[in-house]
């Protein structure tokens, strides 16, 4: 017997990836806030629901993929949320970018009601999730990833199961730290070319291929020496997971002292209004210097 | 009419690179202040010459590889140096990493005797020169740069023509930014999984084929995993380069907080003996936290 498939959350990135379960085949109940967005779900053949807690009775594994912490802790555990109609043995798949911490919690009371959980944050932006190339990052029991890895598929390439609950959520953080971190070096050594009057340009071009190569030297670099800072991953977005990163490694006494510098840079352009740009756009910040 | 080649410093780099040179088959003159070094070279039908200033009468391009801003200045202006035996129209070849400012100094001190020069500095490390496959980041003329390419490509692949005098060095001084910030980077990514009780080995594999992805990632990585710094690259070595990124910064009053930032965290784990360790084993001064 076919599994069915719900999820909640249809934004930039749970549009398409609903999409992508929809239209892989799968039997697929959908809930959004704004009801509009379900649109293009319910041409595709979707259930729309009237809350997270009709997406549960019908369905037997639940994708969320909302904003923040209090957002999955609304839909999950608020009036007509996915607790309340959750039946045993059904799987709430979380694939919002949230506080690994508060996913332990969670995922134990889920546990309560016989609810199996999975963190299951993404990489990979828009393009990544309308494509369905994205990286997923995955914490939980073994043999709840594989019961869902088949769905996964459908929206992922390089799928991790990284650990236990939460752990998921942690790679993730490590990711956006990378990401950051990488920014803030690109940026700086093409504001060291550019002071020299050197063309970053040719910079980047004999960087890209040795030991200072990265995906963001490639892409962000790109955008750097373009001035061009259409997202892409908007500022804002990164910073919220910056916070998650420096709320977590507080909470374990753990200095972070490079990540701490680029998210001061972040909001730095955020506070001038750059927050709907590309997160790249912190070489605007430091360029101003 | 062959151009006769002259090698000047023959050190981990420069031993490999100059044997390069000798076993494409071309003529090839070397100085190295310990003259055992010289031996393979002799052994391989090089001419082994008593001073620097013997090696530029003998030949058209003269390449060097020392250590340091000072040993270049010694090399080429001191007691027998290049510039005292330097026939007009004759190359000089810098593939050490010094000051850019000295470099575009040293290039006009020697375009008065009718000498050209380039800048030609390397990334890539001592594999990289056996192989012959080292990054080459030039700066000068292009017309010299063409005259001297058929014997960086026995020396490297990715060659770069990036600017005018200085450019060269210019482009290195970024590459140890990048690499340095990016060591970083991945380093208090790690940490955090470490101190989340996470697999850091996970984290990496999940990261690794997304936007966080790097050379660093993969191989730096994977030196903190293993907790193993057999060098690479030695710390005290990156740390010199910091030097000349930071003097550099200073001179054009740019900040480069996480350049400067990752600088420190070098010099703590050179207090500790740490210098002959890979510049990767700042990791080492994270963990201590």
């Not at 007509?80 to 043995?89: N, S």
């Amino acid at each position: 017997m076919q599994e069915k498939l719900g999820f909640i959350g249809l934004g930039i990135m749970g549009l398409p990836m609903a999409l992508n379960l929809r239209r892989a085949g799968f039997t697929v109940a959908v809930y959004n806030r704004t009801r509009e967005r379900a649109q293009a779900l319910k041409d595709a053949g979707a259930f729309v629901c009237q809350s997270p807690k009709e997406v549960a009775e019908k369905t037997d594994i639940i994708f969320t993929c909302v904003s923040d912490t209090p957002d999955v802790n609304e839909v999950l555990f608020g009036k007509d949320g996915v607790a309340a109609g959750a039946k045993k043995g059904s799987v709430v798949v979380d694939m919002s970018t949230i506080s690994p911490e508060s996913t332990k919690r969670f995922a134990a009371n889920l546990k309560m009601a016989g609810v199996d959980m999975l963190d299951a944050p993404v990489s990979g932006g828009e393009t990544g999730a309308i494509a369905g190339t994205l990286s997923i990052m995955v914490g939980g029991k073994e043999e709840v990833f594989n019961r869902v890895l088949p769905y996964f598929q459908k929206m992922g390439k390089n799928i991790v199961l990284v650990g236990d609950n939460g752990a998921g959520q942690v790679a993730k953080a490590c990711n956006q730290v990378v990401i950051a971190v990488t920014i803030e070096a690109v940026g700086e050594a093409l504001m060291l070319a550019e002071k020299c009057g050197v063309d970053g340009r040719k910079v980047r071009e004999a960087l890209l291929g040795g030991f200072a190569g990265s995906k963001v030297l490639e892409v962000h670099g790109n955008r750097m020496l373009n001035d061009d800072y259409k997202p892409g991953f908007k500022a804002k977005l990164h910073r919220k997971d910056m916070g998650i990163v420096l709320d977590t490694a507080k909470n374990l006494q753990l200095p972070l002292p490079a990540a701490t510098l680029v998210t001061l840079h972040m909001d730095e352009i955020i506070k001038q209004g750059g927050g709907e740009l590309d997160s790249s756009a912190i070489f605007k910040a430091l360029r101003k210097n």
